[in-house]
């Protein structure tokens, strides 16, 4: 189960005064997959248990899409 939280309370418990992120850089990672969370009506929650347990966080990977004819070339 997740507990979201909203970005501001993120900010203020994961980062220090002055380096934390916007709320639409939120938006934007929550949007791409690089953090965990929900974007409700333009305002960003986070998954503060993902957050805090994770080190590094990148979008996933893309998916590869591989045919019969693809391996064959």
């Known amino acids: 189960m997740c507990d979201l939280i909203p970005h501001t309370k993120a900010n203020r418990e994961f980062f220090a005064p ?21 974007i409700i009506d333009g305002a960003p ?17 893309e998916e590869v899409k591989t045919t019969a ?4 070339r």
């Open 45 to 61: 929650y986070i998954d503060a248990n993902w957050f805090a347990a994770n080190d590094c966080m990148a979008p996933p990977p």
């Open 18 to 38: 002055g380096a934390a992120p916007a709320r639409t850089k939120w938006c934007d990672w929550i949007a791409r997959g690089v953090v965990r969370g929900k």
């Open 69 to 72: 004819m693809d391996l064959l």
